[in-house]
């Protein structure tokens, strides 16, 4: 059974393709899930 296409996978597809480097995604990425959580890495 597949699966529905993941936002998350889309968005940093499109910014690879873009020339940005994994490291900048992932952290865009995970700040952003961090913000919607309400958590902070540096606390």
Excluded: F, T
């Amino acid at each position: 059974m597949a699966r529905s296409p993941n936002e998350k996978v889309e968005k940093a597809h499109k910014m690879y393709e873009g020339g940005m480097k994994l490291v900048e995604i992932a952290s865009q990425l995970i700040a952003k899930d961090l913000k919607e959580v309400g958590g902070d890495r540096n606390e």
